[in-house]
């Protein structure tokens, strides 16, 4: 489906562009894509050379889920001392945060096609758990233990 994009992408701006065509839920729950993202990663990283890279300029980047697994990829690899730095990482209109689907960018997006409010939620529950089967309880935010959200509120509310 990005076959174009990556194609674009590398061309207007003279970089190798490697495509990970990870397993995709439902029929491959969480973790199977991170593993599948990480994995050629770390292969990539390991054999520069063969692709004439430059290790200085290696950047991971994702949309949607993509941008999630791009950015749990950084974060797995940040104090990797073996392997080269990552650069940078772009992460396009990720999925990054679950604890909350009624802050004010659900609330002002619910309607914007493409990826609805239910959508999203919906979505996620797939890459998780591989169903949907308490959508209403997230959507309502009733899935969050109340001690777990008001250790994370700092970083996700309203506010």
Request: glycine letters at 6%.
């Amino acid at each position: 489906s990005h076959e174009r994009i990556c194609q674009y992408i590398a061309k207007e701006s003279g970089s190798l562009v490697v495509s990970v065509g990870y397993r995709l839920a439902p029929e491959h729950k969480y973790p199977a894509a991170y593993e599948d993202c990480l994995s050629a990663t770390q292969h990539f990283l390991q054999h520069l050379q063969l692709y004439g890279v430059d290790p200085a300029r290696v950047a991971v980047c994702g949309d949607s889920a993509g941008g999630n697994l791009a950015a749990a990829v950084s974060q797995t690899l940040a104090g990797r001392s073996e392997l080269p730095r990552l650069r940078a990482q772009i992460l396009i209109y990720p999925g990054l945060q679950a604890l909350d689907f009624n802050l004010p960018s659900y609330q002002q997006n619910r309607g914007v096609p493409l990826l609805f409010r239910e959508r999203a939620v919906f979505y996620s529950l797939q890459y998780v758990q591989g169903d949907t089967s308490n959508l209403e309880e997230v959507l309502e935010g009733s899935h969050i233990p109340p001690d777990m959200r008001l250790k994370y509120r700092k970083w996700v509310s309203p506010d």
